[in-house]
């Protein structure tokens, strides 16, 4: 029988009449070098399941990037189908939502900020930045205290490599952005600030998981191009919150 390298997905020829029944077999990819298990109820399959697992693993290779992004707009997607599919049934019972039952509607006029950065001075320079450009900034020097803040309903969070109590703050606040449900990390724009990576480059960004990269040596463009930034994200999602919208209303 044909299956599928767990590692690289490379088709393998396994012989399991060799096998004692209920035997598994321990098989190295020709392809990868890599060893993996391949299970007797693997060979049980009929052949359309056969087929059809085949044809889902022959399906294009995709980044961790770009499977954890699909989690999280998958999530997204799910959660307003539950809550479509809720209201419909509750209103098919005539029963009316209560106050407690019901989100309220975000104060547009309270726009959070997290500036995450041990330098007073550019943390300074970070709030002005933001405040101008209609946010409420809030700035910590340490990890702890930045931790919580991201509970908080945010639409911008600023993360530098690291904070006065830990050298990885930049990285461990960054996979916790990462890990949010799709429709929450969608709302916040992240920015990431380095002495080394050049501002905007999108494809370190991606990389980072954050949504900009700011360069310490353009602070004094840093309003504009966080700006930019923003305008290009909003551009870039307003196809896929233009279909989310199609699905609530279908």
Known sequence: ????????????????????????????????????????????????????????????????????????????????????????????????????????????????????????????????VLRDLGYQPMAFADLATAWRALDRELHVVVVTEGMTDDAAAGTKILDRLSRMPGAKRRKIFVVHVSNEIRSHDGGLSFVLGANMTLNRADAARAKDLIRKGIAERDKLYRPFLRALEAVQHA
């Open 1 to 128: 029988m044909n299956v599928c390298c767990q590692h690289c997905n490379a088709q393998v020829r396994v012989d399991m009449s060799k096998l004692a029944p209920g035997q598994a077999a321990r098989v190295t990819c020709p392809t990868c070098r890599q060893p993996f298990t391949v299970q007797p109820q693997a060979a049980e399959a009929p052949p359309s399941a056969q087929s059809a697992t085949s044809s889902a693993r022959e399906a294009p290779n995709l980044s961790a990037d770009d499977r954890a992004w699909l989690r999280r707009e998958m999530e997204a997607l799910r959660v307003e189908m539950e809550r479509r599919v809720t209201s419909q049934v509750l209103e098919a019972m005539g029963v009316r939502p209560t106050a407690a039952d019901t989100t309220p509607d975000e104060d547009e006029e309270v726009k959070a900020a997290l500036v995450c950065e041990p330098d007073p001075a550019f943390a300074q320079v970070l709030c002005e």
